[in-house]
Nanobody, 124 residues
Framework: QVQLVESGGGLVQAGASLRLSCAAS????????MGWFRQPPGKEREFVAC????????FYADSVKGRFTISRERANNTLFLQMNSLKPDDTGVYYC?????????????????WGQGTQVTVSS
């Protein structure tokens, strides 16, 4: 089991920045990938960014490239998402996720554990 706890969401104006954090505990030695997904109001949950835990590779959705940066603090098994130049379209519940097995890291089905989510609201 892996437990994930997100923090850092909030209400901001367009153009502002937010930093999300996700603390992982439990079977962290088995982590293959950690990532961020988001679910806009009335829409499906979508991939935002991910970090392969051993290889250190990062991947981003096209919609956030150049604005969001995913990073980690490996010693504490913490994942971050720095979000700059936020837009109203970035509004949604942001979920941290962890996968333990080698699978395509951009797919929702590749993740085994999920956090409770944190709300990000960007006003225009």
């Amino acid at each position: 089991q892996v437990q994930l706890v997100e923090s850092g969401g909030g209400l901001v104006q367009a153009g502002a920045s937010l930093r999300l954090s996700c603390a992982a505990s439990g079977r962290t030695a088995s982590l293959y990938v950690m990532g961020w997904f988001r679910q806009p109001p009335g829409k499906e949950r979508e991939f935002v960014a991910c970090f392969t835990w051993r290889g250190g590779s990062t991947f981003y959705a096209d919609s956030v490239k150049g604005r969001f940066t995913i990073s980690r603090e490996r010693a504490n098994n913490t994942l971050f998402l720095q979000m700059n130049s936020l837009k109203p379209d970035d509004t949604g519940v942001y979920y941290c996720a962890a996968g333990l097995v080698f699978k395509p890291p951009l797919k929702r089905e590749s993740y085994d554990y999920w956090g409770q989510g944190t709300q990000v609201t960007v006003s225009s």
